[in-house]
């Protein structure tokens, strides 16, 4: 056999296992999708395979090749939103030099990303403290700046034992107001200035870090909040 030819058929054989693994990887993304779709307007405690299956318009034998059960599935989708969002945060507050303004204002991101897609604040509303668990904005992002904040005088040290369970309470309320009723304009603010008051900075302060422009976060398109927000626009055409 020409050494050509070889080379031709090693190079076919050698894509094949990458093609594969692109295609499985694009399934378990749609399942993914499908699942915090599904989750969002049923809620986490319900059975939904047989609803992500429709949605994601796949065979059931299909989806148990990705996930074994409902739970399975929850974590799935709790993990890459968390992940995701927790990466916007961290890609434009980590540049900010002063730890009152970078936790407020990646209290104001996250906010921010849930009140602009309502099925992910729906997801995350529902889904409660099983969101990342304890890998979060939350538990991973805000104690090292609440703490070097108390150091400079910012927080209440005293406030600290309980600030992260504080801050974890009053989001999961305001992803409850946002994701089922109107809100106000600066609700996210608001909700923030109430947040850095209850863990002892003063109402000025506050105020004033709640009141700096937002860096825009830049959602790219394959993301599961932009690939989410895509469906919904579709069902909203399509009536």
Do not use: W
């Not at 080379?7 to 076919?12: G, Y």
């Not at 991101?109 to 992910?120: F, M, S, T, V």
């Not at 099983?130 to 904040?149: A, C, Q």
């Amino acid at each position: 056999m020409p050494a050509a030819t070889k080379d031709t058929i090693k190079a076919a054989t050698d894509h094949r296992p990458r093609v594969a693994a692109e295609r499985r990887e694009r399934m378990r993304k749609r399942l993914i999708e499908s699942a915090l779709i599904v989750f969002a307007q049923k809620g986490v405690g319900a059975s939904v395979i047989p609803e992500v299956v429709a949605a994601a318009e796949v065979s059931q034998g299909s989806f148990y090749n990705y996930f074994r059960t409902n739970e399975e599935l929850l974590t799935a989708v709790s993990e890459e939103l968390s992940n995701e969002m927790l990466q916007l945060i961290e890609g434009v507050v980590g540049a900010i030099a002063d730890p009152g303004l970078r936790v407020a204002t990646a209290l104001r991101c996250y906010l921010q990303l849930a009140r602009g897609n309502r099925l992910a604040a729906r997801f995350l509303a529902s889904a409660g403290m099983r969101v990342g668990g304890e890998h979060s904005m939350v538990y991973d992002v805000l104690p090292p700046d609440l703490e070097e904040g108390a150091r400079l005088g910012q927080f209440d040290p005293a406030a600290l034992t309980v600030a992260v369970d504080v801050i974890k309470g009053t989001v999961l309320m305001a992803m409850h107001r946002m994701a089922h009723g109107r809100i106000a304009k600066d609700y996210p603010e608001q909700m923030v200035q109430a947040m850095l008051r209850s863990l002892g900075m003063g109402t000025a302060d506050a105020v004033r870090l709640t009141a700096v422009p937002l860096p825009r976060l830049a959602i790219p398109a394959e993301s599961l909040l932009a690939r989410v927000q895509a469906r919904a626009a579709v069902k909203a055409a399509e009536g």
